[in-house]
């Protein structure tokens, strides 16, 4: 990278002290509609809306050339079930029961896709009424079932997605889903996994969406601290219950339709309702722009769990070890699993940098296909950002507790590594 190259992109990846969690509010509650395609970069998304953690709406441009979009859905827009059920009918699939309240979330069973989407037929012909409450499928995992459908390709706003880039790495899971409802079904008050950022596209239908900037969840806490499962409760009026309720603001409200795009910032709490039979494309993504997010998150769940079980700190051998277990249980991921999170994202970019792209990496959709994409100085930043985090998890008081003999490299020598790549990708 030459230093004319490097000046001129200066402004576009300045080193943000303040990153994403800056913004509490937006100006009027309005949330702004990106309209065409062509005039839209990625870079102004980086600004406009990664950076500033603002959420956003595309347009249905963005995905009139989707599969699932031509293929999915009926003349009128409805969800075509014969397609589906010709492509998917065999699979088996998560549902959730939108009737019942089990701890903060509703109850999943799985179920053959075929019978889901025949219960769907008879609850829209029953008036959207069934004795078996109204089901919603949701956190399908359709790409990887079915990695050979053209179901839909991940907009480039959305490519540097470090959650799923990991997942795929270690083959062991991923956060693409599929959430298929009729009208009426929903999703309780929540922030999305290791508060990450989400993009959420639907297919056909519309959805409305309520919005509280991150910050804003602690005014809806009970004198418990428990968060609602249900933000549009009446209950949450009741002061003796939720004390600092009137503090809050206003949720920020988007009513989504057919084909459109909406990008939830990190941390971001929300509630989400089915206004029609709707089918959407969902993902959740970290990258360098909310990772220290995610990291910060990570200490939260892990003090939390120490608290819990703290009066049995002397009795338990290995307390430190029986936390992070506690919380890989509940959060999906511990410290030392969140060191190579980090060094596998570092190495796919250290690489690119020291070696380059060749051709048929760069045909294919990969990480490294990625990350030529947004450019050698998109890796210089992604590396940067990753170096912060890494430098306050190394010197982390209950990281080093742990036997760390197993990571590899050590984090001293992945940190000098690092920035020896960043020093000679600016020279």
Known sequence: MDRATFACSTAFFRDYNSSSQGAFCLPGGQVDFIEKVESFTYSDFFRDYL?????CIFSA?????????????????????DHLLQNFGEAVVPVANCDVKEYNSNPKEQLPFKEYIKYWKEYIKNGYRSSRGCLYLKDWHLSRAFPEQDVYTTPVYFSSDWLNEYWDAIAVDDYRFVYMGPKGSWTPFHADVFRSYSWSANICGRKKWLLYPAGQEEYLKDRHGNLPFDVTSPNLQDRSVYPRYNQSQPPVEIVQEAGEIVFIPSGWHHQVYNLEDTISINHN???????????????????????????????????????????????????????????????????????????????????????STLGMLHAVFDLKRTVKVLTSLSANEDFKKLDLTSLSPPPEALLHHLKAAIDTALL
Not at 51 to 55: D, K, L
Not at 303 to 311: G, H, L, P
Request: hydrophobic letters at 40%; aromatic letters at 12%; a negative charge.
């Open 285 to 371: 993504w970290v990258n360098g722009c909310n990772v220290a997010i995610m990291w910060c998150f990570l200490q939260d769940e892990l003090a939390a769990v120490q608290r819990e079980i703290n009066e049995w700190k002397d009795p338990i051998d290995d307390w430190h070890l029986q936390c992070q277990l506690i919380m890989k249980s509940c959060t999906g991921i511990d410290y030392k699993e969140f060191y190579n999170f980090l060094k596998v994202i570092a190495e796919n970019r250290i690489s690119v940098l020291e070696n380059g792209l060749d051709d048929e990496a760069s045909a294919k959709n990969t990480p490294k296909a990625a990350i």
């Open 51 to 55: 950076i500033p953690n603002h959420p």
């Open 61 to 81: 441009k963005f995905t009139e050339d989707w599969g699932s979009r031509r293929n999915w859905v009926t003349w009128d827009g409805k969800p075509n079930f």
